[in-house]
């Protein structure tokens, strides 16, 4: 307040009951702020290689490292050391007649119950346009497949599908939007030979498709939005790299700050889709998970 209405306007007495902020809290210095030293440089080494990560997302990692500090002291911190992360807010659009669970109709219970899957448009270095496909879980929110191509067709989206069912199962419904590649008729035959329930969003209805766009925003914020992509081949090894720290090292808000990978192994005895795992499936061409080691070498079963 006195920064913005001037020093010599308001005394820092009058600014203080006005904010109702005690005298003594404002006044306090640390006494012994070179304890805060060791972990204000954890808390800056963790940003250096999360930038975009907030003082919520951070705490969890600093715990991670072996440090016993409450939230509140890193919020101090943060706080004190100018950390916030910059982001322009952005208007919330409010639709009438719309309730708010109108995005989650056939919320996800189990792993391999809801699959989601979406593009996202970006370009390389020279300007040529480059598409990804993304592929997301729902239910343990494990990004799948991040497939990257200059275009796609609904063939396209096939191969990495059955790739997909072959390594993890296939699930009981898979949501999208009204894109040609998700709505093509080979598309539908395919996906009713293996049994699996198609859920298409209302057009220009993005938030029924909550669980993917939430994904594609981390996605474009904390990689596209810091990337430059010399070629195909950069692309798809960097996204790859991206899909394996999101789903084993990046923890989850809304998995109690655990990472996807570990939530989903503490799921036992539960359905896992319509269709079971194969035992071995050749990948195709793009950022695609590789085939667990485990796996036997048998034949894949055939999907279409």
């Known amino acids: 307040m006195r920064r913005r209405l001037g020093h010599d306007q308001v005394?820092?007495?009058?600014?203080?009951?006005v904010l109702g902020q005690p005298r003594g809290t404002q006044r306090y210095r640390p006494k012994r702020p070179e304890l805060d030293r060791p972990l204000i440089e954890a808390m800056r080494r963790v940003t250096d290689a999360r930038p975009r990560f907030g003082c919520e997302r951070v705490h969890p990692v600093l715990k991670e490292l072996g440090w016993s500090v409450g939230m509140s002291r890193v919020h101090r911190l943060w706080k004190q050391e100018q950390m916030q992360v910059p982001r322009r807010q952005r208007k919330r659009r409010r639709f009438p007649g719309r309730s708010a669970n109108s995005c989650v109709r056939y919320r996800a219970t189990y792993r391999n119950h809801v699959w989601s899957y979406d593009f996202v448009t970006e370009r390389t270095e020279d300007g040529r346009q480059m598409k990804l496909l993304v592929v997301l879980d729902e239910y343990t929110r494990e990004c799948l497949a991040i497939e990257s191509?200059?275009?796609?067709?609904?063939?396209?989206?096939?191969?990495?599908?059955?790739?997909?069912?072959?390594?993890?199962?296939?699930?009981?419904?898979?949501?999208?939007?009204?894109?040609?590649?998700?709505?093509?008729?080979?598309?539908?035959?395919?996906?009713?030979?293996?049994?699996?329930?198609?859920?298409?969003?209302?057009?220009?209805?993005?938030?029924?498709?909550?669980?993917?766009?939430?994904?594609?925003?981390?996605?474009?914020?904390?990689?596209?939005?810091?990337?430059?992509?010399?070629?195909?081949?950069?692309?798809?090894?960097?996204?790859?790299?991206?899909?394996?720290?999101?789903?084993?090292?990046?923890?989850?808000?809304?998995?109690?700050?655990?990472?996807?990978?570990?939530?989903?192994?503490?799921?036992?005895?539960?359905?896992?889709?319509?269709?079971?795992?194969?035992t071995r499936a050749e990948p195709p061409v793009g950022a695609t998970p590789l085939p667990p080691a485990q796996h036997a070498a048998q034949p894949p079963p055939i999907l279409s």
């Open 149 to 278: 191509q200059r275009s796609f067709t609904a063939r396209d989206v096939i191969l990495t599908l059955q790739y997909l069912f072959a390594v993890r199962g296939a699930p009981e419904h898979i949501r999208s939007d009204n894109g040609p590649e998700f709505v093509a008729r080979e598309m539908q035959r395919w996906l009713a030979r293996a049994s699996v329930g198609t859920l298409y969003i209302q057009k220009a209805s993005p938030w029924e498709n909550a669980y993917v766009e939430s994904f594609n925003g981390k996605l474009r914020d904390e990689l596209l939005n810091r990337e430059l992509f010399l070629s195909l081949a950069e692309a798809r090894y960097v996204l790859d790299e991206w899909r394996l720290d999101y789903n084993h090292r990046r923890p989850h808000s809304s998995l109690n700050w655990q990472t996807p990978a570990a939530f989903a192994a503490t799921i036992e005895n539960e359905p896992t889709g319509v269709l079971p795992a194969a």
């Open 11 to 17: 005394s820092q007495r009058r600014a203080c009951k």
